[in-house]
């Protein structure tokens, strides 16, 4: 049985056995959900190293495999979202009458996790503490909110902000990007 409070502490046998138990599992799992052998191997990838960084905030109450579920479909659910993202953007540019970027995709998909990362480092420290907060560590507005000790309603203003500065700078950049890449 593998111990919570030894990954919690930081034991890497620990954390490897969880991995050779559980990650054919979460990956089928993830096949599954979305038909893309790509995704589930990133999304399970991500998830396990989500694992580790958060160890100390694990549950003592719940069994690793409850809490890798969740970071694994928080992790997927995430991953869809930015690759939403990105197809919002290559249909806007093919109603724009841009080519079609199809051949494109796999290094758009790497084009715009970097440019996101940098439009993210970019925001105002206050907006991207927050927004990291929100979307990395997953913590609610609420929690937040205490943790900063600013208003929820605080909370969402930075993030509207972020979002906002985000989708401006990262829709530019795209159009930037196919229109250079043709």
């Not at 599954?32 to 549950?59: C, D, H, N, P, Y």
């Not at 890798?68 to 869809?80: E, F, H, K, N």
């Not at 909110?145 to 605080?154: D, T």
Request: aromatic residues 8%; charged residues 25%; proline residues 3%.
């Amino acid at each position: 049985m593998i111990s919570i409070i030894d990954i919690k502490q930081g034991n890497r046998r620990a954390f490897e056995q969880v991995y050779h138990e559980y990650h054919e599992r979460f990956f089928l799992y993830v096949l599954k959900q979305t038909s893309s052998r790509e995704l589930a191997k990133e999304a399970v990838q991500l998830a396990f190293i989500k694992l580790w960084e958060k160890r100390e905030g694990l549950s003592p109450d719940f069994p690793v495999a409850v809490q890798l579920a969740r970071i694994v479909r928080t992790t997927l659910i995430d991953l869809l979202r930015k690759q939403a993202v990105a197809n919002k953007a290559i249909n806007r540019l093919s109603q724009m009458g841009y080519a079609t970027v199809t051949a494109a995709e796999p290094y758009l998909d790497k084009e715009l996790r970097f440019r996101v990362d940098r439009i993210v480092n970019q925001l105002p420290p206050a907006c991207r503490r927050v927004y990291l907060l929100s979307r990395e560590d997953e913590l609610s507005y609420k929690e937040i909110a205490q943790l900063l000790s600013i208003s929820p309603k605080s909370v969402e203003n930075h993030i509207a902000k972020a979002l906002r500065i985000m989708k401006r700078l990262l829709l530019n950049g795209v159009i930037l990007f196919c229109l250079l890449s043709f």
